[in-house]
Nanobody, 116 residues
Framework: QVRIVESGGGLVQPGGSPRLSCTAS????????MAWYRQAPGKEREWVAH????????NYADSVKGRFTIFRDSANNTMYLQMDSLKPEDTAVYYC?????????WGQGTQVTVSS
């Protein structure tokens, strides 16, 4: 049974730097490209970033490029999203998932609220 747990969100001031974590179980984590997504209030879920199997390659949405860093610790089935220079428009629920694993359930996500 696939289980994904996201954590690390909260209320953050503009310019803050939280780090999100994603822990997955029930599939071979190291064999999948992993991705972060987010869903802002009233909007559809959108892709944020993804990272290669080995962690040596990553891609980012233009809206977060240069501010967010994705990395993974496959030995511990965990992926991270370091978020820097947060803006109010980064407010969203953040989710992670294995790329291509369309049948997996989404985790509960972690809420990030950027506000002063």
């Amino acid at each position: 049974q696939v289980r994904i747990v996201e954590s690390g969100g909260g209320l953050v001031q503009p310019g803050g730097s939280p780090r999100l974590s994603c822990t997955a179980s029930g599939f071979s984590f190291s064999n999948y490209v992993m991705a972060w997504y987010r869903q802002a209030p009233g909007k559809e879920r959108e892709w944020v970033a993804h990272i290669s199997l080995t962690g040596d390659s990553s891609n980012y949405a233009d809206s977060v490029k240069g501010r967010f860093t994705i990395f993974r610790d496959s030995a511990n089935n965990t992926m991270y999203l370091q978020m820097d220079s947060l803006k109010p428009e980064d407010t969203a629920v953040y989710y992670c998932k294995g790329v291509g694993r369309v049948r997996d359930p989404w985790g509960q996500g972690t809420q990030v609220t950027v506000s002063s």
